[in-house]
């Protein structure tokens, strides 16, 4: 029994987060429903699936972090999900990629990582028209992949690109895989709840044992214990309860060791590592990680410390050859969340960390291998041999050991290479020289005389140094060649830079051509005779891991024998640390510098906004510093024209052709250029509007004031207000001022055009004496004066969105509650048996109608008049006697309801002034609309007394309620109709259905639909609306994996929506709200307390999110009023009315502006009358169609916003007409009236502030 007290050596492994700004941040992550991991790392890359569809993957670089863009590189191989992804043992570049769409993929990763993005892979292999599951690489066998798809395992051969085996006895879908160490049997678990251990090569069957599982058909998961003979599988019991199950293969039907959790959802991720028998357990959609230790007595499972932090989407182990030895690092697991990827280290705690803690890292499985696929299809086993962590016995210390082996090709290659000449004939070269020196076969008795690995001798013990340095010299020139051809298979970067330098000294005419094996192995290939007949290849410059050039090149034109000098001999610069590896970045490049000339500006300048002045003058210091003795300075259009030049190209600083100090000289352009630029500047500006729409604004923000980024981001924000685009953006007009639009008026007798709009006191002084010298009809200055104009005029066309992105007036919008005193509160009995098509709840201005649980088909109204706590007791309702389906206030009669019951009647209620007093069961009217079941009814926008309804028929009814008639029937749905909405001109309508298709009627025209397209794949639920005046349509539902989205499709185009913005994973559908005033969108849900606003744009990315209103509690329905009841005197352009659990309460939603107590009629349009009838049923069904009237919510004595910005610049205009036009007559009489007044009033120099009191003079001296 003291064995259950034997202290672990891991058992205080603690795990370690870094901060936010040390993980992969702002990443775009879905909730998929694989077997997979959804995450991968290699000891240079991670990969993880991107996006909610999870067709895409990206990978970045092991050690990255940071904000990602969502223009980053990735993999665009897949049509459908990636359900698995996993790297190469061997090759830390080489990335398999299983999907729904049957695939595996291969992919080559660069050594620098992803530059661009990449859809061809290298290789393609099929599971016919079968999902694949899993995927993976055999752990001792080069070049051998695995992966099952339904019941089916198969291996390919990656050298051949073929399938070398498949089996499909498994009856059910293989939920995963495991292989044993040492790569002799696979372990599979199935959905048909039991587990198999699976031999390839087994003759007969390949299925050696079977015994039950996890009683759950749900996810189940089975991982291998290293080289022991026992496995772990995860899953769920009968009752759905979390199981971890230890299994012997010696005894095969009967667990070692069951451990039962808990009934949490997600499958248990099991990752193991077998050099410390650390057990990681992460569930999906858990904020724990699990750690355990496996023993092998009992208990077996040995709990450690537990992490707690954000919710996992996927995890993974990264490989012990990446880990950070020196700080006690044991493990790291790559947790993937929503949004982030975190590193989380486990770390044991030691006193000290300046040593290497040998105990704690046994020795582990390498990264080279002899065995290749066919050679382990016949038969062959041979274990990966052991490398050790201690840094002082690897090459570059506790650097991560990356290898990487180039792409498909030259790993083929390698492989033929091997197979065909290589492994034979280097055996018999080496037991010949072995010979001669009288060592044998035992000279390197580290085991490593036989795969090759001649660094790894060298490195390691001082016998097999001397034994390697005898072979070489003993044996001839061609012999060490072609074994030092067939070592460079596996050698790292940092190992072949070593032995480049090695082999300088003994082969003077031979050098490695770059840090990939493509050299060495098409080198192999050419070598026909072992005489070194053949003329060797000219070395060429290496560049190191981080693209940094050789200090000395070689000439092209030096023979052999003079590249083998000290001189002219390429040397490599040695690689430092492993983030020297080229890393993807997506903001602006790290500051770096070859040369002397580092400075604090340099490293630490804030970018200026483009066109400021501070970027317009230092072009002009920089061209004068670097061309001083041109004549005359540059104008600053043709300045500006040359540095948008060296913007676009290259840079080429570094190459060899003269630039190399890096600086980037700008080219001086001749007189004929620089005329022909302003030429051409001073035509546009003529010819366009938008270049002579300038104003004294436009030019201030040239000024040197405007230097912080929260300044410039200003500026860009009150231009965006003037910028006028040929297409409308929203359906709000945008305003400008009247100076903006007055346009540039030309002089009678000068070339240049003089600004009416600009005041030289606001703008900086080179800028203002420009102007003055050009009053003065200077014609040089005249001809700066222009080309600064037309500078400033292309930089300020420039749309505001190019630089922040597209800037909304309602970006900032407030929801407020009301005050406690406007509330109904003491609400009780609220139903929850509301069908999913029906809202919920219903409110106009006046009274609002709440369903109520019990039987009889309740329905509660409250008058909006009488808020406070509702009395104890009976609520009066409506007692329709059916289930309620749905129910709608009429949009023009606020005291009639309809409500639509599961027996296909809809009923009409009068609700009297005064609300209810008692509850009452006799409706004003009844309609029997269906003879089964109705989803949802609806009234139509402009017209009065036309009621919709859909029923469980699959059909869609119009009705006249004024005669109680039937007036069309609208058919062509296949399944469950979720939502129907009108347009807002009253003449189409549009329908999601359960079948995943949208639709878009004319119901006075045609029964069958005029246009369809794709809506959302899922099935939970849909709603529909339409936007920017009927051009577009948004619909909210679900995608294949259950997560909320919001799409956004061309009205005249359904084929695929224009762009798609995914939410969360949430059972409720999305309700949306268009107020197409202000173009926005209210999104929520039943029981979210979040309420999501978007604005809808008619140009990319057409959905816009706004500021989200998160609520204090949860709600069970949201329900907007008209337009007129908005009080807009506080700005507040949206009202609305929300039902919780107890409560109703109202809800504002206002923008914040300076000047409130003006009418703000940039965000207050002429808006549509909707809550009165714009035209009769009868006209309506008669095709007389009429516009609904707009009217102003402008109230009575307010100013207008725009008509206050205005004044100011009407005043200016006339004072510089004056200017421009007055006569001598008329300037000789205003010196004389301002003579004659001065002449009578007294002149005085005292100020108004000198009679005011302030600070004693003694107080100033102090």
């Avoid at 202290?7 to 492994?13: F, I, L, V």
């Avoid at 044991?330 to 105990?359: E, G």
């Amino acid at each position: 029994m003291a064995w259950r007290f034997k202290a672990s050596k891991y058992k205080n492994a603690a795990p370690i987060v870094p901060k936010a700004e040390a993980c992969v941040r702002e990443i775009c992550v879905g909730s998929y429903q694989t077997y997979g991991n959804n995450i991968a790392a290699s000891a240079a890359f991670m990969a993880f699936n991107w996006e909610h569809s999870g067709a895409s993957v990206a990978v970045l670089p092991l050690d990255d972090c940071g904000r990602k863009s969502k223009t980053m590189p990735l993999l665009h191989g897949h049509t459908d999900t990636v359900t698995d992804l996993k790297f190469s043992p061997f090759h830390d570049g080489l990335l398999a990629t299983a999907s729904q769409d049957c695939l595996v993929k291969i992919w080559h990763i660069p050594e620098k990582g992803l530059e661009q993005s990449l859809s061809d892979p290298e290789a393609v292999f099929s599971h016919k028209q079968r999902r694949v599951e899993t995927v993976g690489f055999h752990p001792t066998a080069d070049g051998l992949m695995y992966s099952t798809a339904a019941g089916c395992v198969a291996l390919f051969d990656i050298a051949t690109q073929k399938e070398i085996f498949s089996n499909n006895e498994h009856p059910e879908v293989i939920q995963s895989a495991s292989w044993r160490e040492d790569g002799t049997v696979l372990a599979t678990s199935c959905k048909d709840k039991c587990v198999r251990i699976f031999d390839p090569r087994a003759e007969g069957s390949p299925i050696q044992m079977l015994a039950e599982s996890h009683q759950s058909i749900k996810d189940s998961r089975v991982v291998w214990l290293g080289n022991q003979s026992r496995i772990l599988t995860t899953g769920f019991d009968a009752a759905r309860l979390r199981q971890v199950i230890i299994r012997d293969i010696r005894n095969f039907n009967t667990p070692e060791k069951t451990l039962e959790l808990d009934c949490s959802t997600g499958i248990l991720m099991p990752l193991f590592d077998p050099d410390t028998n650390m057990l990681f357990l992460a569930g999906k959609g858990d904020t724990t990680i699990n750690y355990l230790e496996i023993t092998d007595k009992d208990p077996y499972l040995i709990e450690g410390l537990r992490h707690t932090g954000e919710q996992t989407k996927g995890a993974c182990l990264v490989p012990k050859r990446a880990l950070k030895v020196m700080e006690a690092e044991v493990n790291r697991v790559l947790q993937l969340t929503s949004n982030m990827v975190i590193p989380i280290m486990y770390q044991v705690p030691r006193k000290t960390y300046r040593d290497f803690h040998a105990d704690l890292y046994p020795e582990t499985t390498g990264y080279k291998t002899e065995l290749i696929a066919s050679e382990w299809l016949v038969g062959t086993n041979q274990p990966v041999p052991k490398m050790n962590l201690d840094p002082a016995k690897r090459e570059h210390g506790d650097e991560p050991i990356i290898i990487h082996r180039g792409n498909l090709s030259d790993f083929v290659k390698n492989l033929e290479n091997q197979r065909a000449k290589g492994k034979c004939h280097v055996v018999m070269l080496r037991s010949k020289c072995d010979e001669k020196n009288g060592n044998g076969n035992n000279g390197n008795a580290n085991g490593n005389g036989n795969n090759g690995n001649g660094n790894e001798s060298h490195n390691n013990s001082d016998s097999s140094n001397n034994t390697k340095k005898n072979n070489s010299q003993e044996c001839s020139l061609s012999q060490s060649e072609l074994i030092r051809k067939f070592e460079a298979k596996y050698k790292t970067d940092s190992e072949k830079d070593i032995v480049h330098q090695v082999d300088e000294k003994e082969s003077p005419t031979e050098h490695s051509t770059g840090s990939s094996e493509e050299a060495s192995s098409s080198a192999g290939l050419d070598t026909n005779s072992a005489s070194g007949s053949h003329s060797p290849p000219k070395p060429m410059p290496r560049t190191s891991r981080n693209n940094s050039l050789p200090e000395a090149t070689t000439p092209q034109g030096s023979s052999g024998g003079d590249s083998a000098g000290e001189g002219n001999t390429p040397r490599p610069r040695p690689r430092t640390t492993a983030a020297a590896a080229y890393k993807p970045r997506l903001g602006p490049k790290p500051f770096s510098s070859n040369t002397g000339d580092v400075s604090f500006d340099k490293v630490f300048a804030v970018p200026v906004a483009p066109g400021s002045h501070e970027n317009i003058s230092s072009v002009g210091q920089e061209n004068c510093s670097e061309t001083p003795t041109q004549g005359a300075k540059p104008d600053l259009i043709v300045e500006i024209e040359i540095k948008k030049n060296h913007e676009r190209e290259p840079n080429v600083a570094g190459n060899g052709n003269g630039n190399g100090n890096g600086n980037g000289v700008q080219k001086s352009l001749t007189t004929s250029e620089r005329r022909k630029i302003f030429e051409q500047n001073s035509e546009s500006s003529e010819n366009s509007t938008e270049g002579e729409d300038r104003t004294d604004a436009d030019l201030r923000r040239f000024s040197a004031v405007r230097s912080s980024i929260a300044e410039r981001r200003r500026v860009y924000e009150s231009r965006s207000k003037s910028q006028v685009d040929e297409k409308a953006q929203s359906p709000v007009p945008l305003r400008r001022e009247s100076s903006k639009v007055e346009p540039l008026k030309p002089s009678g007798n000068s070339n240049v055009i003089p600004s009416a709009g600009i005041d030289s006191k606001r703008i900086s002084v080179p800028e203002g004496k420009l102007l003055e010298e050009h009053r003065r009809g200077n014609g040089a200055a005249g001809l700066k004066k222009s080309a600064t104009e037309a500078a400033f005029s292309a930089a300020s066309t420039k749309r505001t969105s190019t630089v922040f992105g597209k800037v909304s007036k309602f970006r900032h919008l407030k929801g407020t509650p009301g005050h406690k005193s406007t509330h109904i509160e003491n609400l009780r009995n609220l139903s929850r048996q509301i069908p999913g098509e029906c809202n919920g709840f219903h409110a106009n201005h006046e009274r609002v109608a709440v369903p109520l649980s019990g039987p009889g088909g309740k329905i509660a109204i409250f008058e909006l008049s009488r808020p406070g706590r509702l009395p104890d007791g009976v609520i009066p309702s409506l007692v329709n006697g059916s289930n309620i389906m749905d129910f709608q206030w009429d949009p023009f009669d606020a005291q009639r309801l309809a409500v639509a019951c599961d027996d296909g009647i809809v009923k009409l209620w009068r609700i009297d002034e005064g609300g209810l007093s008692e509850p009452t069961n006799a409706p004003q009217g009844e309609l029997t609309a269906h003879l089964d079941k109705i989803y949802f009814i609806r009234f139509h926008p402009l017209a009065a007394d036309v009621l919709l309804t859909a029923s469980y028929d699959m059909t869609i009814k119009l009705w006249n309620l004024r005669t109680m008639q039937e007036m069309c029937t609208l058919t062509g749905h296949t399944d469950q109709i979720f939502d129907f909405a009108w347009s807002p001109c009253g003449k189409l309508g549009a329908s999601v259905c359960k079948d995943g298709k949208i639709r878009v009627y004319n119901p006075r025209k045609s029964e069958t639909p005029i246009r369809e397209g794709n809506g959302p794949v899922g099935t939970r639920g849909a709603r529909i609306t339409w936007a920017l005046e009927g051009h577009y349509i948004v619909c909210t539902g679900f995608d294949k994996v259950s997560e909320r989205q919001i799409s956004v499709y061309n009205a005249q185009k359904l084929t695929a929506p224009l762009n798609t913005a995914s939410l969360d994973v949430s059972p409720s559908i999305l309700i949306p709200y268009y107020d197409e005033d202000s173009s926005t969108l209210f999104v929520t849900g039943k029981g979210d307390s979040t309420i999501y606003c978007y604005e809808i744009t008619d140009e990319e990315p057409y959905i816009c999110p706004l500021s989200h209103h998160r609520c204090s509690s949860l709600h069970q329905g949201l329900s907007f009023l008209t337009k007129n009841h908005c009080d807009v005197a506080s700005v507040e352009f949206s009202k609305a009315y929300r039902l919780t659990n107890t409560t109703i309460e109202p809800l504002s939603f206002t923008v914040p502006r300076i000047k409130s107590e003006l009418f703000q009629d940039d965000l207050f349009p002429p808006t549509r009358i909707t809550w009165s009838a714009t035209l009769s049923a009868d006209d309506w069904f008669g095709c007389n169609d009429k516009a609904a009237a707009k009217v102003s919510l402008k109230p009575e004595g307010m100013d207008t916003l725009s008509s206050i910005q205005q004044v100011p610049a009407a005043v200016k205009k006339p004072d510089h007409s004056q200017f421009a036009s007055k006569s001598d007559y008329e300037s000789n009489k205003q010196q004389e009236i301002q003579k004659s007044v001065s002449a009578r009033m007294e002149y005085t120099t005292k100020l108004e502030q000198d009679e005011m009191e302030g600070v004693d003079e003694n107080e100033w001296q102090e």
